[in-house]
């Protein structure tokens, strides 16, 4: 058994990357078989990146520490400089990774504002660029599913199936952001096997609900992750016997995607107790497992933060007055329970 980490708050609502892998997980990864990944010889790396590709109705896989990394490769293959991106004003490619876009691919962003993060059809149509010596061109739409400023909001299939269709009339790439994509699957009941008709390339996380140390995979055609793999390399990213990592993503996959039904409950549950607060302003609605609300005015969010704390539950804050929950492998009833009585000691 690994050794406690005195460290750990009690209960970790920041995020659903804080779970640590269980034993059943460990054991799967010691006895994984292994080789060196950039010679192409770790069985279990190819194991998972077929596996996943297969899953989504895509040709091949490629097996990255982070998803920020998938995004940001893929993006990279989809583009050149003077390339412009379609994707929402908050999406985590252009939000949260470092300004990646500018600094890898050259390319511009074309920054639309989305209900709750989705976009709709009509809105990335509009913002084609027509052809002209002026403009960027118009080369890749990114959405993002679950989105995770939007509060883990889902897209209906009808809506990604327009955008999809839109994009390909006009000869744009269509990338998905899908490090929560298992929340949305189990949430919608949408099959996984369709997604590879509607994006030409999706990342999809192992280390945020699905439990697993480290890893994304990025999802494509032979050939674009062929391409993929080279941008891979020289981003420092081709590494030796990864298979002990893949292997832990290969345990989530055939482990942990049910059991995020009990992630989506458990976040509806907090949900409704926070709506019982007096202090308590607004809460978007939990579509899974990410519930984001809004303090009153009257009561400091940093306050806030602090009381929970002193209980040992720790939340983040989500710009002035809003804070974020997150349910995760690592949070069981007791603990909701337990945020319950901290919550109504609050008020
Ligand atoms: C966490 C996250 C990523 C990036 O994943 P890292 O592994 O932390 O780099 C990308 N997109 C979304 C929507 C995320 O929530």
Same mark, same amino acid.
């Given at each position: 058994?690994? /050794?406690? #980490? ?19 997980? $460990? ?8 080789? *060196? ?39 990279? @293959? ?23 876009? @500018? ?47 939007? !509060? ?25 952001? !899908? ?16 997604? !590879? ?47 002990? $990592? ?9 482990? #942990?995607?049910?059991?995020?039904? *009990? ?13 019982? +607060? ?5 809460? $978007? ?25 002193? +209980? !040992? ?7 002035? +007055? ?10 069981? *009833?007791?603990?909701? /329970?337990?945020?319950? /009585? ?6």
């Amino acid at each position: 058994m690994p /050794a406690e #980490n005195p460290k750990l708050p009690l209960v970790d609502l920041r995020s659903d990357t804080v779970t640590r892998p269980t034993p059943a997980m $460990l054991t799967a990864m010691w006895a994984a078989p292994v080789g *060196d990944d950039v010679y192409e010889e770790d069985p279990t790396v190819r194991r998972l990146e077929e596996a996943a590709a297969a899953r989504f109705g895509l040709e091949a896989g490629l097996f990255c520490p982070s998803g920020t990394m998938t995004n940001q490769i893929a993006i990279k @293959a989809h583009t050149e400089p003077l390339s412009e991106v379609i994707c929402e004003q908050t999406a985590h490619v252009y939000l949260w990774e470092v300004g990646g876009i @500018a600094f890898h691919s050259g390319a511009s962003v074309a920054l639309l504002a989305g209900d709750r993060g989705r976009l709709t059809a009509a809105q990335v149509e509009a913002a084609i660029r027509p052809e002209n010596v002026h403009y960027p061109t118009t080369r890749l739409v990114c959405l993002e599913n679950t989105h995770n400023r939007g !509060g883990g909001s889902c897209y209906s299939w009808d809506d990604m199936a327009a955008i999809s269709e839109v994009a390909k009339r006009h000869g744009l790439a269509r990338h998905l952001d !899908g490090a929560r994509i298992f929340n949305a699957l189990v949430a919608t009941g949408q099959r996984s096997e369709d997604y !590879g008709q509607t994006f030409d390339s999706i990342s999809v996380c192992l280390s945020k609900g699905l439990g697993a140390p480290v890893g994304s995979v990025l999802l494509g055609s032979k050939a674009f992750i062929q391409k993929c793999k080279r941008i891979r390399k020289v981003m420092g990213g081709g590494w030796r016997q990864a298979g002990y $990592l893949a292997a832990a993503g290969l345990y989530a996959l055939e482990n #942990n995607v049910d059991r995020l039904a *009990d992630d989506h409950r458990r976040a509806a549950r907090l949900a409704a107790t926070l709506r019982l +607060q007096p202090y308590v302003a607004e809460v $978007l609605n939990p579509e899974t497992n990410l519930v984001i609300f809004r303090l009153h005015d009257t009561q400091p969010a940093a306050g806030f933060l602090a009381a929970l704390e002193a +209980q !040992g539950i720790m939340a983040s804050s989500f710009g002035p +007055q809003w804070i974020r929950f997150v349910t995760h492998l690592d949070v069981d *009833d007791a603990m909701v /329970a337990r945020i319950e /009585a901290a919550l109504a000691e609050i008020s």
